[in-house]
Every structure is written in structure tokens, then in C-alpha cells.
């Protein structure tokens, strides 16, 4: 009997093992922790020294992957400068044709050379950048689902996003991704659905609903509401085109 009391009072006084390990914070989280405002630094020399790293992240290109008989990774060759603290986001470009036919080594391939990305030291998030068609859907979901489970658990996973995935196309609501960026630029006649609406733009697919791809050069919806905003600008960002940005948003 008071070998049975001194294990109980043991098992009670005994902090359980799980709480001596640091709590891991979900990925989600950690995305929504974010700035608000993120500038896409894609490939022209860029100099950012001049941000505010508490109030703007960069996701930089950091690598162009081709697909076709083989798979054939070019790296960002421009410099870009950001200041310390800044909080990064590597973006991964898709390039393969609709034709191209991806075999189990392609695939395998493919993974590999996204989750180079992923691993960079210092990374807060991975965001892939693939227009893919119908026929590369199949492909597209298998490469994030692998990508999602070998990456580091604790980062995000960020898609670019057609405006029409997000507004009557659901394909990506069974996708291990914690955000997909509606891509309200460049859009040709579907833009009238997504920037001139009164009440915002046209999205129903909840991974969408969070963030909005804009550009510097073109207009912007009219409402924004708090969602996290990643500008494109074709040019080199300077502070005026910042300061011309800033003076967006705040209309």
C-alpha cells in the first residue's frame, strides 16, 4: 500500500515530459505575425536598406525552376540588401510547359529543388509561384503536398494564386498551404471582377481571403480591408515608389 501511495504522489508532484519541450508555434501563426505590407523583390538589383523591418517583409525571388525533360534550377543572380531584422520570404518561380510530362524522377526532382529554397537559413516562408493549367493540377498538388511534409514544420507555405482559383475555382481548398495570394494584377478582361466591385473584390475560396497580390503600376481594388497586401513593382523599389505605396494604402 505505501509503495502504491509513493508512486501516485510521484506521478502527481512529476511535471509531465511534453512540458519541458518549447512549445512549437503553428504555422499559421507564425504567417500572421507578419507586416502587413510585403514588397515582392524579384529579379533586378534591389536595395531595401531603407524599409522599416517592423513594419515590411521582402519575399524575394530566390529561384527560377524550369521543368521539361529534366529539371533545371537558375538561382537569383541580382544583389538585393535588406536591413537586420527584416523578415524574408523565399519565392520559388514555376516555369513548365503545358505539354511537358512530369514522371516520378521529374517529380522527385522538382521537390528537391523547391525545398533548397526552403531551407535556407533564415527563411520565415516558402512561397511557390506556379500558373499552373488544369492538366498540371494533379502535379501541382502532389509537389506541395510533398514539399509541405519535408519542409521545416514551422514555416508557412505561401501559393501565388489566378484571381479565378480564388473566385469560382475550389481546387485548392484540399492544399497543405497556409495561404494562396490572389494575383490582382495583369489580369486582362477578368479584372473588372476584382477591382471596380464596391464591396471588394470577388473571392470565396478562404485561402484566399487573407492577403491580396497587387502591383505599383496599376490600380488597386477599391477596398482592402486589413488583408496582408504583397506589392509587385516592375522597377527597383525606391523609397518614392514606397512613400507612393504607403500613400495607397492609406487612402
Known sequence: MKSALRTLLL??????????????????EVLSRLPRLILWAWEVPERLDFIDPQQI??????????????????????PMRVPAGTRVIAVVRIEMP????????IQAQLVSAVLHSARRPGITALQLDFDAVRSQRMLYGDLLKQVRQEMPSHMPLSVTALAS?????????????????????????????????????LLREP????????S?????????????LYIFDPRPWSRESLARVLEQIEK
Not at 14 to 20: E, G, I, Q, V
Not at 207 to 214: A, N
Not at 216 to 228: Q, V
Request: net charge positive; charged share 20%; glycine share 6%.
Open 57 to 78: 517583409a521582402v519575399a524575394y525571388l530566390d529561384q527560377t525552376v524550369y521543368v521539361g525533360q529534366a529539371v533545371r534550377a537558375r538561382p537569383r543572380l541580382q
Open 165 to 201: 482559383w480564388c473566385a469560382y475555382d475550389r481546387w485548392l481548398a484540399s492544399m497543405p498551404v497556409d495561404e494562396a495570394v490572389p494575383m490582382l494584377f495583369r489580369m486582362g478582361k477578368e479584372q473588372s471582377l476584382f477591382r471596380s466591385r464596391e464591396e471588394g473584390p
Open 216 to 228: 505599383a503600376d496599376e490600380p488597386w481594388p477599391k477596398k482592402l480591408g486589413n488583408k496582408r
Open 207 to 214: 485561402l484566399c481571403t487573407g492577403s491580396l497580390g497587387v
Open 98 to 105: 503545358a505539354t511537358a510530362h512530369a514522371s516520378p524522377e
Open 11 to 28: 506521478l502527481l508532484l512529476t511535471p509531465p515530459l511534453l512540458s519541458n519541450l518549447p512549445a512549437r508555434t503553428p504555422t499559421g
